[in-house]
């Protein structure tokens, strides 16, 4: 009951990041779009090391810069906020980031509203703080003219595909890698047993329910 299915002798080494449809977008272009983040499971640290700026005591000196590489696993939404029983103990079984996509083809809504409704979303779904990106592909004039410098992790590509598209978003995943690194160094360098909840899924009814019953039981049979 303290496993979750999929986990492998690597998961511990992955990075997991949920992906999440915005507004409309068919299922067929959705899963075109998140074949396209896929390809980026595993980032080299040395693309990664331009565009991330190390703390003064950084605990990641002694990375691996020049052969270590980033590994994410990127889940369906339904997957991803499965309750995790042992998520409280240890952090790498917990969503570390979730990534919107928008098809702006078959989405003409405000991109801001748009971006705000899956921040609204993924804040209800999580009770911590993560990473949050959304990728907007193939806006049209009226939306590439917004001004979405107020919303920095919201992210326009270019209209275009083939070697442009993908060119594109190496370097979108290539910053996203660093901005998750970034992230990991600041919890480690801030973690305090203040920041330690002590009132977990496995010290809740659900989870403890089943395993007293039987213990209840076995007693029960032993003592007749």
Same mark, same amino acid.
């Given at each position: ?140 004039? !009226?939306?590439? *003219?917004? /001004?979405?410098?107020? @919303?920095?992790?919201? %992210? ?6 083939? $070697? ?13 890698? !660093?901005?998750? *690194?970034? /992230?990991?160094?600041? @919890?480690?360098?801030? %973690? ?6 002590? $009132? ?25």
């Amino acid at each position: 009951r303290t496993l979750e299915p999929g986990l492998t002798f690597f998961s511990a080494a992955e990075i997991d990041v949920v992906l999440v449809p915005v507004g409309n977008i068919s299922p067929a272009l959705f899963d075109h779009y998140v074949t396209l983040v896929m390809q980026h499971r595993q980032v080299e640290l040395t693309n990664v090391r331009s565009f991330y700026r190390a703390a003064q005591k950084s605990p990641f000196n002694h990375f691996p810069w020049k052969t270590g590489t980033m590994n994410f696993r990127f889940l369906p939404e339904d997957v991803a906020f499965r309750a995790r029983p042992l998520g409280c103990l240890h952090a790498s079984r917990n969503v570390q980031a979730a990534i919107g996509i928008i098809s702006c083809s078959e989405e003409e809504g405000d991109l801001i509203q748009l971006y705000d409704e899956f921040e609204k979303k993924i804040k209800s779904i999580s009770d911590t703080n993560i990473i949050m990106r959304t990728l907007a592909f193939d806006p049209n004039d !009226a939306q590439t *003219l917004q /001004d979405v410098k107020a @919303r920095p992790d919201l %992210v326009l590509f270019p209209p275009g595909q083939g $070697s442009h598209l993908l060119s594109h978003m190496e370097v979108v995943m290539h910053d996203f890698a !660093a901005c998750m *690194l970034d /992230d990991l160094e600041q @919890r480690m360098l801030t %973690v305090s047993p203040q920041n330690i909840s002590l $009132s977990s899924y496995i010290d809740s009814r659900d989870f403890l329910g089943p395993a007293l019953s039987s213990v209840a039981f076995a007693s029960e049979d032993e003592s007749q």
